[in-house]
């Protein structure tokens, strides 16, 4: 990351700047750094002045305990000021359920958009988020850091053939590093359901996207975000899972950011 602002509390995040057009920072997910979203950056850069950042506690950026979501806003409340005072932002997974969260409560934006933000939509669901967050806050208090990005990855629904293949993996001790951070993106998705009272204060426009090859559940948190909005579209993308492909992602970014 070449540049860095101070948060409000003084911790430093580091940001990448590129392109030409409306400003807009992307916000990722959990187990990510701003390295994660830069494929998007570069297809977004011909049409968008895009802004990419280590979220604090990765990659370039600090860290200052004790973490807060607060803090989280004011670090993109930051970033808004060192691009001009004026961007909008787009999160994906765990990264949009801080986006809603940081635009309901004022962050100055001009549109939000986010992607497949993983919420619970029955009480099955709900209360295996409890679960995980129980014992992810275990985990990490005992700093079995490989455990807590196990719990993770069973989250995400990866199977234990492959996780076991993960633990042997070159990326294991990058994934280890960033750890703690999963308690951000956990507090970050609250209680695990659709926020709809909060999502109902956003008053700029907001467009919910999901793939229509990912599950039921994504689809279905995608149109609840939307319906939740006031100013709320929802839009699916053909071919799409939670992985979505930047080069399919961007042209639909550019053109909502462009309106």
């Known amino acids: 990351m070449e540049k860095k602002t101070l948060s409000r509390d003084g911790t430093r995040i580091a940001y990448e700047r590129s392109g030409q057009g409306p400003a807009v920072i992307l916000v990722s997910g959990a187990m990510s750094t701003g390295a994660t979203v830069a494929p998007l950056a570069a297809e977004l850069s011909g049409r968008c002045d895009v802004t990419v950042y280590d979220r604090r506690g990765r990659g370039a950026s600090a860290d200052t305990a004790p973490y807060a979501v607060e803090r989280e806003i004011e670090d993109l409340a930051a970033l808004v000021e060192a691009v001009g005072g004026e961007a909008s932002v787009y999160g994906v997974s765990s990264g949009g359920a801080l986006v809603l969260r940081a635009v309901a409560s004022g962050l100055p934006v001009r549109r939000a958009a986010v992607y497949e933000v993983p919420y619970a939509m029955d009480d099955a669901a709900a209360r295996a988020g409890a679960e995980y967050t129980e014992r992810l806050t275990e985990a990490l208090e005992q700093d079995r850091r490989g455990d807590a990005v196990e719990l993770f990855l069973r989250l995400t629904g990866l199977g234990e053939e492959m996780i076991r293949g993960a633990r042997q993996s070159s990326m294991w001790a990058g994934m280890e ?31 919910s996207l999901a ?14 975000i939307a ?11 053909e071919g799409q899972t939670h992985n979505v492909e930047p080069g399919v992602l961007a042209p639909v970014l550019a053109e909502f950011f462009a309106e």
């Open 177 to 207: 590093s960033v750890a703690p951070s999963l308690a951000y993106d956990d507090a970050v998705m609250g209680d695990h359901r659709v926020p709809a009272s909060d999502i109902a204060s956003i008053t700029v426009p907001l467009l």
């Open 211 to 224: 793939g229509d090859a990912s599950d039921d559940r994504m689809r279905a948190a995608a149109r609840a």
């Open 227 to 237: 319906e939740a909005a006031p100013r709320g579209t929802h839009r699916t993308l």
